[in-house]
C-alpha cells in the first residue's frame, strides 16, 4: 500500500510541475510576442509616431497616425511618380 502512495504522489507532483511549466512557456510566449509586434512598429522620422502601412492606388505607402506624414519606402516613390507621369500633376512634377 505504501508503494501505491509514493507512486501516486510523484505522479501528482510531476503533473504539477508540468502544468507550471506549461504556464511559463505561455507567458513566455507571449511577451515574445509582444515584443515582437512592437519591434515591427515602424516609427514617424519626423514626430516618433507609429507608420500604418495604407494601399494607395495599388501602393503600398507609410501614414504617420500622429502628423499623417506620408513615406515611401524604397521604390514606392518611383512607382507613384511613373504612375501619374500620364497627367497628373505629381507626375509633371517629376518628370
Known amino acids: 500500500m505504501a508503494i501505491d502512495l509514493e507512486a501516486r504522489r510523484d505522479a501528482l507532483e510531476n503533473e504539477y510541475f508540468r502544468r507550471q511549466e506549461a504556464e511559463l512557456l505561455a507567458k513566455m510566449k507571449a511577451n515574445l510576442d509582444a515584443e515582437a509586434a512592437t519591434d515591427l512598429a515602424i516609427k514617424c522620422p519626423k514626430c516618433d509616431g507609429t507608420l500604418i502601412e495604407t494601399d494607395f492606388e495599388k501602393i503600398k505607402i507609410d501614414v504617420c497616425n500622429k502628423c ?28
Open 68 to 95: 499623417s506624414g506620408v513615406w515611401f519606402d524604397a521604390g514606392e516613390f518611383v512607382h507613384v511618380a511613373e504612375e501619374e507621369a500620364d497627367g497628373g500633376w505629381f507626375g509633371k512634377l517629376f518628370k
